[in-house]
Nanobody
Framework: QVQLVESGGGLVQAGGSLRLSCAAS?????MGWFRQAPGKEREFVAR????????NYADSVKGRFTISSDNAKNTLYLQMNSLKPEDTAVYSC?????????????WGQGTQVTVSS
């Protein structure tokens, strides 16, 4: 069982930046960020593979968000720049295990990001 703990959310003005962190209690195969705005379904934001550091992004955040990881600390990051009001959501990190690498089995509790116009 892997536990994930997010931090770094908050209130920021449009055009500003925030960096989210997600500390994992163990090794995982793949980690990602998802977000859910009020009244909307959860959507994929970005993901990274621990081995090789391959990354993928949702079109809505490409060029503005950067996902990265610190393998030594088992920590995932999401650097968010040029934030827009439509980025407002609860952001959650997720992880998959080596035994089931393509399925996100572990989820954090989420951290609120609010972007004011």
């Amino acid at each position: 069982q892997v536990q994930l703990v997010e931090s770094g959310g908050g209130l920021v003005q449009a055009g500003g930046s925030l960096r989210l962190s997600c500390a994992a209690s163990g090794r995982t195969f793949m980690m990602g960020w998802f977000r859910q705005a009020p009244g909307k379904e959860r959507e994929f934001v970005a993901r990274i593979l621990w081995v090789g550091s391959s990354t993928n992004y949702a079109d809505s955040v490409k060029g503005r968000f950067t996902i990265s990881s610190d393998n030594a600390k088992n920590t995932l990051y999401l650097q968010m720049n040029s934030l827009k009001p439509e980025d407002t959501a609860v952001y959650s990190c997720a992880a998959s295990s080596f035994s089931n690498p393509m399925k996100y089995n572990y989820w954090g509790q989420g951290t609120q990001v609010t972007v004011s116009s």
